[in-house]
């Protein structure tokens, strides 16, 4: 059975700080897709990224970077130079290719908190 | 864009009452799900749909009911709303398919008194 386990309940930093949310999976699968949301506090999930199984590249986009480490099992999400806007609920998800659940497992979220 | 949006965003109820919770997806999407959040236990899935008239219980089923009559168009169902239905609720769509991105409502709040 797939699982996601987001460690961290809650993260407090201040602005400009440099902050890493972990994610840890468990899947028997050997294709699978793992996500990244991210909740404001207006409640809407918006989709940040996706990987799947075959492809450990990491991956950049501005502040955003994301560590994909297969013998760790490990999706891990950084956010660079932290801004308050980044406040919101951060969940990580996987879900199984044919033959698995292709519905996604969701972790229990990191809510971040950015002060100024 | 991909659009879903949820009937209400804020909804109060009384114990006993039925409660209709409406989500529209504009983007012919295949999959719709209903989840429920409540501080600490993240996104549960309550039940799914891939297709029209198909349903599939999640992880927290009971005491919910669906309908999908259209594709566009997931209900879910509150035969006789409970105080521990207190939550928030999301709607999702997306296509078939374990790589396809989930697209989110902004999710109805509901109190039950």
């Known amino acids: 059975a797939q699982k996601v386990t987001q460690a961290q309940t809650e993260i407090s930093v201040v602005e400009k700080e440099d902050v890493t949310l972990d994610c840890v999976y468990e899947t028997r699968d050997t294709t699978y897709y793992l996500f990244w949301y991210k909740q404001p506090p207006s409640g809407e999930l918006v989709f940040l990224i996706r990987?799947?199984?075959?492809?450990?590249q990491n991956e950049i986009s501005g502040r955003y970077s994301w560590n994909f480490q297969k013998s760790t099992s490990s999706f891990n999400f950084t956010i660079t130079a932290s801004q308050v806007v980044d406040s919101a609920v951060y969940f990580c998800a996987l879900s199984e290719a044919p033959g698995g659940s292709y519905i996604p497992t969701f972790g229990r979220g990191t809510s971040l908190i950015v002060h100024p | 864009d991909v659009k879903v949006t949820q009937s209400s965003r804020y909804l109060v109820k009384r114990t006993g009452e039925k409660v209709f919770l409406e989500c529209v997806q504009d983007?012919?999407?295949?999959?719709m799900f209903w989840y429920r959040q409540d501080p600490g236990l993240g996104l549960r899935l309550i039940y799914f749909?891939?297709?029209?008239?198909?349903?599939e219980k999640g992880d927290i089923p009971e005491g919910y009911s669906v309908s999908r009559e259209k594709k566009e168009r997931f209900s879910l169902i509150l035969e006789s709303a409970s105080t521990n239905q207190t939550s928030m609720y999301l709607c999702?769509?997306?296509?078939?398919?374990?790589?396809?991105?989930?697209?989110f409502g902004p999710g109805t709040r509901l109190l039950v008194l």
């Open positions: 990987r799947n199984s075959f492809d450990e």
């Open positions: 749909s891939y297709d029209v008239k198909m349903k």
């Open positions: 983007m012919d999407h295949e999959n």
């Open positions: 999702a769509s997306s296509l078939l398919g374990a790589q396809e991105t989930q697209y």
